[in-house]
């Protein structure tokens, strides 16, 4: 079962962004214009790139086309250059889930090892547990995380049927998305908030 932590947490901090590698440890994330990320993408071996706004997304993506087959480096080199530019790739059907795939692995990839980073220099990583999902009990997991990340932490986490207050500080939100990537637990954001109704 998925814990989750209400959405309502995030927008009370204000505009947070996903624990990416410069924002987990506070370093600033590297700005680049949708014209930089296309020809990254094309450095990886495609002719057919461009920058084009996504009405769906409502941002800016990256487009590759006229692609029937891509090796795995291809891939590998596109889902890098996503992650380190921010911007969404797009590539066509026969290789998109194959990408996908690579892209997904290495971002979890990435996630953890800022995670693990940002605790090290909290000097919390040493006393991180583990999650093992056949013989972890998922309460007293988010117990014990709760317990590493603090006082203000405490009832915190809650399975997807609970709701959470929604208190947090940054730093305590960002130490428990932080252990719960780093010790693999899995931890999720909904945004259901229950709003009083104005009389």
Not at 1 to 17: D, R
Not at 125 to 130: E, V
Request: overall charge neutral; charged content about 25%.
């Amino acid at each position: 079962m998925l814990l989750m932590v209400s959405l309502a947490l995030l927008l009370s901090l204000g505009a947070l962004a996903p624990p990416s590698s410069g924002d987990a440890l506070k370093q600033p994330i590297e700005l680049v214009k949708p014209e930089v990320a296309a020809a990254r993408v094309a450095a990886c071996g495609f002719k057919s790139v461009r920058p084009k706004f996504d009405d769906t997304q409502q941002e800016d993506v990256v487009e590759v086309s006229k692609v029937a087959s891509a090796s795995k480096e291809q891939l590998e080199c596109v889902a890098r250059a996503s992650l380190q530019t921010h911007y969404y790739v797009t590539l066509p059907a026969p290789v998109e889930q194959t990408y996908q795939t690579l892209y997904w692995q290495m971002s979890r990839e990435r996630d953890k090892a800022d995670a693990k980073a940002w605790l090290d220099k909290r000097g919390l990583l040493a006393r991180l547990p583990l999650y093992d999902p056949k013989r972890s009990d998922e309460a007293t997991f988010a117990r014990t995380l709760e317990k590493l990340c603090g006082p203000r932490a405490t009832g915190s986490l809650k399975t997807m049927e609970e709701h959470s207050a929604g208190n947090l500080d940054e730093e305590t939100l960002w130490c428990l998305v932080n252990a719960a990537s780093a010790s693999g637990y899995p931890l999720g954001f909904i945004g259901n908030e229950a709003y009083k109704r104005e009389r």
